[in-house]
């Protein structure tokens, strides 16, 4: 991507559409600051862009097999209280509230209490959001969609939600980043 320049309001639904490898999870870990722009700057809330920002979550994808892993659903969202550290979470008594609260948020509390291998591969999508439509019918991909949308609303967050296609994402969104060929577009969208 070149010559790049937006500005995304606080409490907007954006969605992120392109391709397959046309760079958006790339776009997510710059704003992340995982990885540093080619060029020019990224800044979050007025701050430039930095790992383990309190005012970021990120839901990253995840393609490894998680047959050998002895998580639970629970341990994998707890782990997002402290991003910024790796390992098994620690967490005190508000942070476990925190997380309690997060999975009953998204009606996922029973499901977070399975080992993470003995769920199917939906369901892992729907608890840690990973590619959260991909394999999903119109009706399931629907839920998530609406789910994300009652979320950002209810607490006037920003969402930044990368999908391969538009059809999902309408109704909720509020702005279009398109990114292809090179480039990227940045547009309002009216529902």
């Avoid at 998680?66 to 997002?80: I, K, Y």
């Avoid at 629907?142 to 920003?158: A, P």
């Avoid at 296609?165 to 702005?175: C, R, T, Y």
Wanted: charged letters at 20%; proline letters at 6%; glycine letters at 12%.
């Amino acid at each position: 991507m070149s010559d790049v320049s937006l500005e995304i309001s606080q409490g907007l639904f954006v969605g992120v559409l392109g391709p397959n490898g046309i760079g958006k999870t790339t776009l997510m870990r710059a704003v992340l600051g995982l990885i540093p722009p080619a060029g020019g700057g990224i800044r979050v809330q007025g701050q430039p862009a930095g790992r383990g920002n309190p005012a970021i979550g990120y839901i990253p994808q995840l393609r490894s097999n998680v047959g050998s892993m002895r998580l639970r659903g629970w341990d994998f969202v707890a782990s997002a209280c402290n991003g910024h550290r790796c390992g098994q979470p620690t967490l005190d008594k508000a942070a476990r509230r925190e997380v309690a609260w997060a999975l009953e948020t998204v009606d996922a509390f029973e499901l977070a209490r399975r080992p993470l291998p003995e769920t199917s591969g939906g369901e892992r999508q729907r608890l840690l959001l990973d590619a959260p439509l991909i394999s999903l019918d119109p009706r399931h991909q629907h839920g998530v969609v609406e789910l994300v949308r009652r979320i950002q609303q209810d607490f006037g967050i920003t969402v930044l939600f990368s999908a391969h296609e538009l059809n999902s994402l309408l109704g909720a969104i509020d702005q279009v980043l398109y990114l292809g060929r090179g480039q990227a577009r940045w547009a309002p969208w009216t529902r």
